[in-house]
């Protein structure tokens, strides 16, 4: 007959304390524990991926964005440069009439 402890403490911060009397037993969950510890482990490993995943989506569609806010600068620029000719056109219109009608 074997008397065995176990005190485990797992990342998350839980604690266990373990006594078992058997030696059937205490294999059992010797075994036991080293499958949650691997499957605790996968888990984590998984989490870490997907956040992982996540992060370099997130990246992507900023390089996107970059990629498109010069070509969107460009645009509303040349817009501007447009209407800035056509109220000078308008301005210059005017100011023919204006002297038109001054002179007359």
């Given at each position: 007959?074997?008397?065995?402890?176990?005190?485990?403490?797992?990342?998350?911060?839980?604690?266990v304390?373990?006594?078992?009397?058997?030696?059937?037993?205490?294999?059992?969950?010797?075994?036991?524990?080293?499958?949650?510890?691997?499957?605790?482990a996968?888990?984590?490993?998984?989490?870490?991926?997907?956040?992982?995943?996540?992060?370099?989506?997130?990246?992507?569609?900023?390089?996107?964005?970059?990629?498109?806010?010069?070509?969107?600068?460009?645009?509303?620029?040349?817009?501007?440069?447009?209407?800035?000719?056509?109220?000078?056109?308008?301005?210059?219109?005017?100011e023919?009439?204006?002297?038109?009608?001054?002179?007359?």
């Amino acid at each position: 007959m074997f008397i065995i402890g176990l005190n485990i403490v797992h990342d998350s911060g839980m604690y266990v304390n373990i006594v078992h009397i058997t030696e059937r037993g205490m294999f059992k969950t010797l075994f036991t524990l080293a499958r949650g510890a691997a499957a605790a482990a996968e888990e984590e490993i998984n989490d870490r991926h997907a956040l992982l995943d996540q992060q370099v989506r997130d990246a992507a569609a900023v390089v996107e964005r970059g990629k498109r806010a010069p070509a969107i600068a460009i645009a509303h620029d040349e817009d501007e440069g447009r209407r800035l000719e056509a109220t000078i056109a308008c301005i210059t219109d005017l100011e023919e009439v204006l002297l038109e009608g001054a002179r007359t």
